[in-house]
């Protein structure tokens, strides 16, 4: 079992940025680590993956704005936004999936606000 707490959300003007933290109460280094954002009325989306070996994904509406990274050592991964817009603004969820005997194993944390503007 992983708890997830997502923090270092808020208001930013538009071309600001926010870096996002997600701590997980255990050891994170056989999960795949990702954010998600959801907009009111919309369907939860993905934001972002990083896998156990670094290897990262992202949705081509952040890709080249957006930075995911984790910290095996700390339990903690990041999610590093530049250059954010309006249509940025969600709720940005921190996910850990761990595929365990032919099971996938699928947490979530409690979400952090992003509202971006003016």
């Known amino acids: 079992q992983v708890r997830l707490v997502e923090s270092g959300g808020g208001l930013v003007q538009p071309g600001g940025s926010l870096r996002l933290s997600c701590a997980a109460s255990?050891?994170?280094?056989?999960?795949?680590m990702g954010w998600y954002r959801q907009a009111p009325g919309k369907r939860r989306e993905l934001v972002a993956t990083?896998?156990?070996?670094?290897?990262?994904n992202y949705a081509d509406l952040v890709k080249g704005r957006f930075t995911i990274s984790r910290d095996n050592a700390e339990n903690t991964v990041y999610l590093q936004m530049n250059s954010l817009q309006p249509e940025d603004t969600a709720v940005y969820y921190c996910?850990?999936?761990?595929?365990?005997?032919?099971?996938?194993?699928?947490?979530w944390g409690q979400g952090t606000q992003v509202t971006v503007s003016s």
């Open positions: 996910n850990a999936k761990l595929l365990l005997y032919d099971v996938m194993n699928d947490y």
């Open positions: 990083v896998s156990t070996g670094g290897n990262t």
């Open positions: 255990g050891n994170i280094f056989r999960h795949i």
